[in-house]
């Protein structure tokens, strides 16, 4: 069965620094999504992309933050300087039609652990 | 905006009990609903959904019914695994792309 698959499983950074989570959709989707779940938290919308641009983000999702499909199969995220705050499992997720009614398809997340 | 409450928890039950978990929302229009599971270590795995009123989705012996007229899909299950032990999320998708998640429900199932 196809699956959305995310690098890496763990990733430690320095406050301050740059991150890049990967993911890799579900090859014929279109839509690509991030979320994130602080540790106890919910689990927050952070952006969905289709056709080579955001269509839709949510008030986190502030300038530090990106996306990039960088070719035909990876989609990313980049924190340009990390926060203490934004120590949380990242979700990536795809879905294959439009914005009505379909079902989103989660990868297995990134701890990213900001010291 | 749109909104999903769900009981809290932890929930602990017996094996092979009957197991409810609220999950009331808010929302214009006629969102989708979906009930997500998260496994000790792992990610969210979608579990069921309803795409319109009076559908019942069904997986694993898992049920949830769309109920408009009572804005709630509440999840049931008429004897739970110890392996059913996880947290369970009730969620949205209205307008446009975003998935809004209820707080989650942790469930332990006792041998």
């Known amino acids: 069965e196809p699956e959305v698959t995310q690098t890496p499983s763990h990733q430690v950074t320095q406050m301050g620094q740059e991150v890049i989570l990967r993911c890799v959709p579900i090859?014929?989707?279109?839509?690509f999504y991030w979320y994130r779940q602080i540790l106890g938290q919910k689990v927050e919308f952070l952006v969905s992309f289709y056709n080579n641009e955001i269509s839709e983000k949510s008030e986190i999702f502030d300038d530090q933050f990106s996306v990039e499909r960088p070719d035909g199969s990876n989609f990313t995220l980049k924190i340009r300087s990390t926060k203490l705050e934004d120590s949380a499992m990242y979700f990536c997720?795809?879905?294959?039609?439009?914005?009505?009614?379909?079902?989103?398809?989660f990868g297995p997340g990134t701890r990213l652990t900001v010291l | 905006g749109n909104s999903v409450t769900q009981m809290e928890g932890p929930v602990t039950l017996s094996e092979e009990a009957f197991l409810t978990i609220n999950c009331t929302y808010t929302a214009t229009g006629y969102p989708s609903l979906f009930w997500y599971v998260q496994y000790p270590g792992e990610g969210l795995q979608l579990l069921l959904k309803?795409?319109?009123?009076?559908d019942k989705g069904s997986n694993k012996g898992f049920e949830a019914t769309y109920r408009k007229e009572t804005t709630s899909f509440h999840l049931e299950k008429g004897s739970v695994q110890v392996s059913d032990s996880a947290v369970y999320f009730c969620a949205l998708k209205g307008k446009g792309n975003k998935l809004v998640f209820g707080a989650g429900t942790i469930l332990r199932v006792k041998s």
């Open positions: 309803a795409t319109k009123a009076d």
């Open positions: 090859s014929n989707h279109l839509y």
């Open positions: 997720a795809s879905s294959g039609q439009g914005p009505w009614g379909d079902t989103q398809y």
